[in-house]
């Protein structure tokens, strides 16, 4: 199973709002909704913030969202904040789990 | 609270075995089940496999398959992770998870993270 497709960066400025892709095919992304993202601070364990494509865990900010269209799935973070910079994969699972390369996301 | 604790760092040569274990609390180890992700140095995430705490159930990543064992204690509410035939490029941080859905069939979404075991392969 290949890795999902992510951009290798993204930026944007404390207040706006950035959409992050996640490229897979109809065997994983595109055919089921298992879709997850987590967000990893340098030296830190990744923390899930979407799973099941668009669903929040308790204690995640709703300025955090996600959706899918065909075989991408997008992380859209709205009111960008300093502390949202850090890195971010894209999770699909259909037998087994298959990470993206992740994106690192620039407040500037 | 939900805590992951993970054993400590290791240094192993090429060929060797090293074995991570994962302590569970603060929820019913038996009703969710434990994913192990590594993360080599400056490198994304992997994910290598997934246990049942339940009853035991595998599913091993195939590039991994007949190098790694997962298994589980209940009595002590542990996770631990075997892997097998070292090389140098398993060099990396090992990660166990839970399950966010309790009884799941199968690992796809992970709501709590240990912190992170080094393993370090080298001659």
């Known amino acids: 199973q290949s890795a999902l497709t992510q951009p290798a960066s993204v930026s944007g400025s404390p207040g706006q709002s950035i959409t992050i892709s996640c490229t897979g095919t109809?065997?994983?992304?595109?055919?089921?909704?298992?879709v997850s993202w987590y967000q990893q601070h340098p030296g830190k364990a990744p923390k899930l913030m979407i799973y099941d494509v668009s669903n929040r865990p308790s204690g995640v900010s709703n300025r955090f969202s996600g959706s899918k269209s065909g075989n991408t799935a997008s992380l859209t973070i709205s009111g960008l904040q300093a502390e949202d910079e850090a890195d971010y994969y894209c999770?699909?699972?259909?037998?087994?789990?298959?990470f993206g390369g992740g994106t690192k996301l620039t407040v500037l | 609270q939900v805590q992951l604790v993970q054993s400590g760092a290791e240094v192993k040569k090429p060929g060797a075995s090293v074995k991570v274990s994962c302590k569970a609390s603060?929820?019913?180890?038996?009703?969710?089940?434990i994913s192990w992700v590594r993360q080599a140095p400056g490198q994304g995430l992997e994910w290598m496999g997934w246990i049942s705490a339940y009853n035991g159930n595998t599913n091993y990543a195939q590039k991994l398959q007949g190098r790694v064992t997962m298994t589980t204690d209940t009595s002590t509410s542990t996770a631990y992770m075997e892997l097998r035939s070292l090389r140098s490029d398993d060099t990396a941080v090992y990660y166990c998870?839970?399950?966010?859905?309790?009884?799941?069939?199968?690992?796809?979404?992970?709501?709590?993270w240990g912190q992170g075991t080094l393993v370090t392969v080298s001659s």
């Open positions: 109809s065997s994983d992304v595109g055919g089921y909704n298992y």
């Open positions: 603060g929820y019913t180890f038996t009703s969710y089940g």
């Open positions: 999770s699909s699972y259909t037998s087994s789990v298959v």
């Open positions: 998870a839970r399950d966010i859905l309790p009884l799941a069939a199968a690992g796809d979404s992970f709501d709590y």
